[in-house]
């Protein structure tokens, strides 16, 4: 009996248990880096507080720029913090070892194995992910709370929305980091497009300042790109900028983006895998 | 060359125990050893893992502060002047490399000649002694990342005789190594020892890399110095045994020679124990007469086996 | 002295071998350097969109912001580009590859400090260095008195000198905390940050901090203050403006007085 219905349900059910244990691996894994997660806890708090100081003066300058109050300009700061680790905003990541494992030709075996290269790395780090927003997220934004006045949302609802936000932002960062990772078949050493990587995840996520300050065209394109599924988004669904119909559409925002780069993703790892057979690794 | 006397370091290692309390505990690594090593001796130094081989390595090349005990190496005191001592002293770590990882090895050793300020004729004519010895001639212009383990740690050992150290520690220097790296590397240092009386140190969990440079072995185990003498008194201490295995024509009943035990049947093969200072050619022709052999091999004895054997 | 001298010495010669390693891919080292460039270019392009929307920022203008951005980010280019490897250390001691080094007859700092010099970070350098240059020609209003012209070179050493005190602080602190690298970086790329504005907008208690703790102030708060005419938050006496090379000073001295704590640590206990 039993054996019959391991066999009925084996393949769905062993490929969710697979990439689930590969996501739990994922989460340990960053879990036991206790002292690095503490640093990070404390140099998000320190940034935290500097940034939003500047904001501070900012809004002092120009209430309501950007379309946010103080309160909101600041939960954003704090929001942008508690992400940063979680949803890599500054672009570092997995890619680099992946990077690595293709330089060295180790991918060729990751290739052989019975799981998907994508879903594997994927599961992966969302699962260094989770870990994340609860080590390294949480806190500051809880310093940053007891700091400053931000505007918190009291409704339950608003937060789950927040965390289904910052889950499909956390997605789009993957897909774009595993093109990034993908490009290392391509290029020599994977440092040029790290950096480039980097430079437009700071800039156009909303890290440093929050898109809708951006002037003009600049703002609006900025807004429409994937990396504002990373943080503006996530930070404006908490700030509840976004209502009824108008939370829909941001989360098919970033749901659309996160097909679309999952789905590069795939195609191009298509055409690399062919390449590796072609090689033979 | 090497003096050392009641040699002794003590670790403080703190455990958790509980949720936040923490208790402290001595480790004593080394306690309490001495030795004396002349100048142009090859001394093999084993013992089991965690014995404290390591531990004394890093106190005789100055990496590790000793607790206590008087130590000298070509006559500066390690910890002290560890920096002038490496200008004398050559080190070889097996598990890693002390190598430029991304560079070409030439380029090490470029940079290696600058550092230990090696004249110009001299480096020349060690660069080229240890290419052609350990052959290395193509592989001077491959980053080190790339050479396979026995090319890199031949690369290791070239790039730690350049600047003609006195003295030269070997830790582990053949582990991993396959057959020919293995024997490539011990006539090597066979012949640096005799050519240039380097005195070698060496630790090793290889039975025949001991027997086949060193006269004289020291032993250590928890701590302390068990043993420090000749290779044969090792095996007379240890009442190691070698093994005879003999393939017969056919599945017989344990054969019995005299001085040897037969602790093993399989099939038509048998194993014969036998002492490790006897010798074999009476044993194999008193089978040979007696019984269809077929095929035979003799085992050295495994230096854990024979370590082991020395505390049971 | 005997050990500085072979310090900077090997430090010369490690860092020389990877300029040479460098420069075999010109193309690739002035394409990393560029990126390294517009990367730290990155939080300039964010003031610059703040002051599109206000012409002052805690009662300073642009052009005064700039001077503090191009101060403190070419010190702290300088530092990152001589010394930022040092927070290497503590993957060399989980790896063990700490040992390697330590049986060298050259310093273990100057080793680790130009192990895999990146000379890329030189971008980092310029991009402060444009901006400073920039907000030189654009400032109005500045009395340019001898004092006021020297004190800006003083000021950037001075600066790259603590900041490089903060990386070896950092370095050493990894001795016992091995993978807390990051920790660091809220005293070198936070500091960077929080004095690119002006000590205005920040509140007393964080101020004082940055003056008597971790004295990041004397970067380029203190001095580019004299040079720009204005009184400190705090009310110090006015010499404060000066002390910048001493306050270096003592900071590289505590520095290395923590190094070789942790480096005399590691050789007593092994890990």
């Known amino acids: ?281 | 060359m090497i003096e050392v006397e009641d040699l002794e370091k003590v670790f403080v290692v703190r455990r958790r125990a509980g949720r936040l309390r923490r208790t402290k505990h001595e480790v004593r690594a080394v306690g309490g050893i001495s030795f004396a090593v002349p100048r142009g001796e090859v001394v093999g130094y084993i013992g089991p893992n965690g014995a404290g081989k390591s531990t004394t390595i890093k106190m005789l090349t100055g990496i590790l502060t000793p607790s206590s005990g008087r130590l000298r190496v070509v006559g500066i005191d390690p910890a002290r002047e560890r920096t002038r001592l490496a200008r004398r002293i050559g080190v070889v770590f097996g598990q890693r490399t002390t190598l430029w990882w991304d560079l070409p090895l030439l380029d090490s050793y470029r940079l290696m000649r600058r550092m230990y300020r090696i004249p110009d004729d001299r480096y020349r004519a060690n660069l080229e002694r240890c290419t052609e010895q350990l052959g290395l001639g193509e592989l001077l212009e491959v980053p080190v990342r790339q050479l396979s383990l026995g090319q890199r740690m031949r690369g290791d050992i070239a790039a730690a005789l350049l600047h003609d150290p006195e003295v030269l520690y070997l830790d582990e220097p053949t582990i991993g190594l396959d057959v020919l790296s293995k024997a490539k590397v011990r006539e090597f240092l066979r012949e640096l020892n005799a050519d240039r009386g380097t005195t070698v140190l060496l630790t090793t969990h290889d039975l025949s890399d001991i027997e086949q440079l060193c006269r004289r072995v020291m032993v250590i185990d928890h701590g302390r110095l068990m043993y420090d003498g000749g290779l044969d008194g090792l095996h007379a201490v240890g009442e190691s045994e070698r093994m005879l295995v003999v393939d017969l024509e056919r599945e017989l009943p344990p054969i019995d020679v005299a001085g040897c035990r037969t602790v093993r049947v399989e099939g038509p093969r048998q194993w014969l124990a036998f002492p490790a200072g006897a010798s074999a050619a009476p044993l194999v022709a008193e089978v040979a007469e007696r019984w269809p052999l077929v095929d035979l091999s003799v085992r050295e004895p495994d230096i854990e086996d024979v370590i082991a054997r020395m505390y049971a | ?271």
Not at chain 3, 168 to 186: L, P
Not at chain 3, 210 to 239: E, S
Request: net charge neutral; glycine share 10%; aromatic share 10%.
């Open chain 3, 1 to 271: 002295m005997a050990e500085a001298a072979a310090g900077i010495r090997g430090y010369g010669l490690i860092v020389a071998m990877w300029v040479r390693t460098t420069m075999a891919y010109r193309l690739s080292f002035a394409m990393t350097a560029l990126g390294n460039l517009l990367m730290t270019a990155a939080d300039f392009a964010a003031i610059a969109i703040m002051f599109s929307h206000t012409d002052v920022l805690g009662g300073f203008t642009f052009a005064e912001v700039a001077l503090l951005y191009g101060t403190t980010s070419t010190s702290l280019g300088l530092a990152d580009l001589l010394l930022g490897n040092l927070d290497r250390i503590g993957r060399r001691i989980r790896d063990g590859t700490m040992d390697t080094l330590l049986v060298r007859p050259v310093p273990v700092f100057a080793q680790i400090a130009a192990d895999r010099f990146a000379l890329r970070r030189i971008g980092r350098v310029l991009q402060g260095l444009i901006v400073l240059v920039w907000s030189l020609t654009a400032l109005d209003g500045v009395a340019w008195t001898p004092v006021a012209v020297l004190l800006v070179p003083v000021m950037v050493l001075a600066g790259a000198a603590i900041y490089g005190a903060v990386f070896t602080c950092g370095a050493a602190f990894q001795f016992w905390a091995t993978d807390a690298a990051e920790v660091q970086n809220s005293f070198t790329y936070g500091g960077n940050t929080l004095t690119q504005y002006p000590p205005t907008i920040f509140s007393k208690e964080l101020v004082r901090g940055v003056t008597f703790v971790v004295p990041l102030a004397f970067v380029n708060w203190l001095p580019a203050l004299h040079v720009l005419g204005r009184d400190d938050p705090l009310g110090l006496p006015g010499w404060v403006d000066f002390a910048s090379p001493l306050v270096a000073a003592a900071c590289c001295a505590l520095a290395g007085l923590a190094w070789r704590t942790g480096l005399r640590g590691y050789r007593s206990t092994g890990s």
């Open chain 1, 1 to 281: 009996m039993r054996g019959i219905g391991a066999l009925r349900d084996a393949p769905a059910m062993q490929t969710v248990r697979l990439y689930g244990l590969v996501a739990a691996g994922g989460f340990r894994r960053f879990s036991t880096y206790r002292a690095a997660t503490a640093a990070g806890v404390f140099t998000n708090t320190v940034f935290g507080f500097i940034l939003a100081y500047t904001f501070v003066a900012l809004w002092h300058e120009r209430p309501q720029l950007g379309g946010y109050d103080q309160a909101q300009a600041l939960t954003f700061v704090w929001v942008g913090q508690a992400l940063l680790a979680p949803a890599a905003l500054l672009g570092f990541g997995f890619q680099e070892e992946l990077q690595e494992r293709i330089r060295s030709g180790d991918v060729a075996v990751d290739l052989y194995r019975p799981a998907d290269l994508q879903l594997w790395w994927c599961a992966h780090d969302l699962g260094r992910a989770a870990f994340q927003l609860l080590g390294r997220g949480v806190v500051p934004m809880a310093v940053g709370a007891l700091a400053f006045e931000l505007a918190l949302p009291a409704a339950a609802g608003t937060w789950l929305l927040f965390l289904l936000a910052v889950a499909l932002g956390c997605l789009v960062s993957f897909a774009i980091r595993y093109l990034v990772g993908l490009a290392a078949f391509w290029l020599l050493d994977g440092q040029g497009i790290n950096l480039l990587n980097s430079l437009v995840a700071m800039l156009l996520s909303g890290t440093l300042l929050p898109l809708t300050v951006f002037p003009g065209a600049f703002g609006d394109i900025a807004q429409a790109l994937p990396w504002a599924a990373m943080l503006q988004v996530p930070a404006d669904v908490l700030l509840g900028r976004h209502t009824g119909a108008g939370v829909a559409g941001a989360l098919a925002f970033q749901a659309a983006w996160a097909v679309a780069l999952l789905a590069a993703g795939r195609a191009l790892q298509s055409v690399a895998t062919r390449r590796v057979v072609v090689q033979g690794g």
